[in-house]
């Protein structure tokens, strides 16, 4: 099976940049998205074809896919982007999530 | 404006099947489909499967092959997913999400099935 690999947890000071990474087996060849998921919380979609926000998603996410790694950065990061990142390569053979990061923001 | 609504939490003793709902609203119900990922307490997404509401045709995770099927009722709005013979580790929040531009766009709130011995 296809399997994603992403960081457990990623610390970043307010205001800071976060960056949080993705890497699977020919990633580069599928469009990756991203969703957030606070506490006690369904997911939401940040990030769409590897580097599109969503309407209502601030301008502080972007996404990126370079070879086999897509990346969630996060500029200047607020208290309230804590949370866990998953990633997800869209294809139609298999839906496979990444293993999740969670964001710590202090 | 787009919403899934999920039924509510579940309580399940073991070998019992449970069925959860998704009522969407806001958007055409048959122009894209529904997709289950679950997650179990403390861990990560898990993509079960999807149904295609204009169509009824499914696609399933091939380890719950046998477990689940998810229909639609399209006169109201309705997606379903039923697992059956439960087991402990099938505790999970399961939800429903509406596929977005490969993606998914909406998520439903999510309901908690907790499956007891």
């Known amino acids: 099976s296809y399997e994603l690999t992403q960081p457990p947890s990623v610390s970043v000071s307010p205001g800071q940049t976060a960056n949080i990474t993705c890497s699977g087996d020919?990633?580069?060849?599928?469009?990756t998205c991203w969703y957030q998921q606070r506490p006690g919380q369904s997911p939401v979609l940040v990030i769409y074809?590897?580097?599109k926000r969503p309407s209502g998603i601030p301008e502080r996410f972007s996404g990126s896919t370079s070879g086999n790694t897509a990346t969630l950065t996060i500029s200047g990061t607020q208290p309230m982007d804590e949370a866990d990142y998953y990633c997800?390569?869209?294809?139609?053979?298999?839906?496979?999530f990444g293993t999740g990061t969670m964001l710590t923001v202090l | 404006q787009v919403q899934l609504v999920q039924s509510g939490t579940e309580g399940k003793k073991a070998g019992a099947s449970v069925k959860v709902s998704c009522k969407a609203s806001?958007?055409?119900?048959?122009?894209?489909?529904i997709f289950w990922v679950r997650q179990a307490p403390g861990q990560g997404l898990e993509w079960m499967g999807w149904?295609?509401?204009?169509?009824?045709?499914?696609r399933y995770l091939q380890k719950f092959q046998g477990r689940v099927t998810m229909t639609r009722d399209t006169s109201i709005n309705t997606a379903y997913m039923e697992l059956s013979t439960l087991r402990s580790d099938d505790t999970a929040v399961y939800y429903c999400?509406?596929?977005?531009?490969?993606?998914?766009?909406?998520w439903g709130q999510g309901t908690l099935v907790t499956v007891s011995s």
């Open positions: 997800q390569p869209w294809d139609s053979s298999s839906y496979v």
């Open positions: 149904i295609d509401p204009k169509s009824g045709r499914t």
């Open positions: 806001g958007y055409t119900f048959t122009g894209y489909y």
């Open positions: 074809y590897d580097d």
């Open positions: 020919k990633l580069g060849d599928k469009y």
């Open positions: 999400a509406k596929e977005g531009e490969l993606s998914l766009d909406y």
